[in-house]
Nanobody
Framework: QVQLVESGGGLVQAGGSLRLSCAAS????????MGWFRQAPGKEREFVAT????????YYADAVKGRFTISRDNAKDTVYLQMNGLKPEDTAVYYC????????????????????WGQGTQVTVSS
């Protein structure tokens, strides 16, 4: 069982930056693949970024590639999403998600692949 708590959201002007954090409980954090998703009002939850457990390799949605960076600190049981060059269309509630990665080297981009979710943190980008 993993519990996730996001923080770092807020209001920022277009072109600005934010860093989201997701603190995880549990003693096997390093064996979990992590993901970030977002959901804007009236829209479905969409994939943003994922980090593979075994080698920390990353995969991004086209909409954020080159602007966002996912990373982790296993010593702090925390995963981050550094967001640069923010745009008004990045406005959404951002969620982190986790799943055990043992036995797989896949990148998980579907929300259905993740059994553990945080409560979300609001990111608002003004134009």
């Amino acid at each position: 069982q993993v519990q996730l708590v996001e923080s770092g959201g807020g209001l920022v002007q277009a072109g600005g930056s934010l860093r989201l954090s997701c603190a995880a409980s549990g003693r096997t954090f390093s064996t979990y693949s992590m993901g970030w998703f977002r959901q804007a009002p009236g829209k479905e939850r969409e994939f943003v970024a994922t980090l593979r457990w075994n080698d920390d390799s990353t995969y991004y949605a086209d909409a954020v590639k080159g602007r966002f960076t996912i990373s982790r600190d296993n010593a702090k049981d925390t995963v981050y999403l550094q967001m640069n060059g923010l745009k008004p269309e990045d406005t959404a509630v951002y969620y982190c998600a986790a799943r055990s990665g043992i036995g797989s080297r896949n990148y998980y981009t579907s929300a259905a692949s993740y059994p553990y979710w945080g409560q979300g943190t609001q990111v608002t980008v003004s134009s």
